[in-house]
């Protein structure tokens, strides 16, 4: 049985398209060795230069483990799940095959097939990145809490903001959370559908 036809694309002097702006966005949090804290304040100096210096035993582990450090572990689930988007966005610019199921969907057009392949997969990379959580504000429209703590009489006391505020902001920010677990599911039944589909 047929599982995949292979087509060889041309190379006609084409630039790569660039990274999707979400891609981008997300990398601009994954360097090991941005400092995690402000340079303005003196006493985080020596904690930043002691982070620039043990990321390059983290930086180690990466490429003798070949796929995370001790750092990405602490948040396993959002560094698969980027991970896997980006990988999939490369994907799309190696990939010279499409599966039979897309040839067949349009009658053998070979054009055809491969650009919605190749669309696919892009929209399956957009719902992994809009379920990441270090992306939300950049994917939606977070709102601020209308709440503030503050300590009185060693209590935490919230000031600030009515009751009608609180359970707005409670309830956009639930449906956020439950709109990115709902695109971690969308991209992952996709993916399940065609994981064996998912080679050059």
Not at 72 to 86: E, I, P, S, T
Not at 138 to 158: R, T
Not at 163 to 178: D, G, Y
Request: one cysteine or more.
């Amino acid at each position: 049985m047929i599982w995949f036809k292979t087509i060889y694309k041309q190379n006609k002097g084409e630039q790569k398209p660039m990274k999707s702006a979400v891609r981008a966005e997300y990398e601009k949090h994954k360097d090991l060795f941005k400092p995690y804290l402000s340079w303005k304040y003196p006493s985080c100096w020596w904690k930043n230069i002691k982070w620039f210096f043990r990321s390059f035993n983290l930086a180690a582990q990466r490429a003798r483990r070949g796929y995370s450090c001790t750092y990405d572990v602490m948040d396993l689930n959002d560094y698969f799940v980027g991970a896997l988007a980006c990988a999939l966005e490369d994907f799309i610019e190696y990939n010279i095959g499409i599966p039979q199921s897309y040839l067949d969907a349009v009658n053998g057009d070979e054009d055809k097939a491969i650009e919605q392949w190749h669309n696919d997969i892009r929209k399956v990379s957009l719902l992994l990145f809009q379920s990441l959580e270090s992306l939300e504000d950049f994917n939606y429209d977070v709102p601020e809490c209308p709440e503030v703590m503050a300590f009185k009489n060693n209590k935490v006391d919230f000031i600030g903001g009515t009751e009608e505020e609180r359970q707005n902001w409670l309830t956009k920010t639930n449906n956020i959370a439950r709109d990115r677990i709902e695109c971690r599911k969308k991209a992952f039944e996709w993916l399940n559908e065609h994981w064996e589909d998912l080679w050059i």
